[in-house]
């Protein structure tokens, strides 16, 4: 042993394990994911591209002391909390429909 480490560089490896290049642009736009549970019904950013939650038809606003965002496929998990809202600036899922459709 000559005190050579023996194996890919840590210069390879960065190149190799480049995270970000694999996983793409961020899917909720800046926004954090959610916290818990579903409250979309398939992955953010697995739908078309270029579009969001803000303009897909199943969208709901809730209208109470504020206005929460709400998609209208996860009526059945909704609860009164945070948990099951929807930002409308992230990336849309399979499920997108154009605004007209939903409504």
């Known amino acids: 042993m000559n005190g050579t480490p023996k194996g890919p560089s840590a210069e390879t490896m960065a190149t ?4 970000d290049a694999i996983a793409g642009p961020d899917p909720y736009n800046g926004h954090p994911p959610p916290k818990s549970g579903p409250c979309t ?3 953010v950013g697995s739908g078309p591209a270029g579009h969001t939650c803000g303009d897909c038809g199943h969208r709901a606003r809730l ?3 504020n206005t929460y965002q ?4 996860m ?4 609860t ?3 948990a099951t809202d929807i930002r409308v600036a992230w990336a849309a899922c399979r499920e997108w ?7």
Not at 16 to 19: T, V
């Open 16 to 19: 190799l394990f480049d995270l």
């Open 41 to 43: 019904p398939a992955r």
């Open 63 to 65: 209208q109470y002391a």
């Open 70 to 73: 709400k998609c209208g496929l």
């Open 75 to 78: 009526q059945h998990v909704w």
């Open 80 to 82: 009164g909390g945070a």
């Open 97 to 103: 429909i154009p605004e007209t459709e939903g409504a």
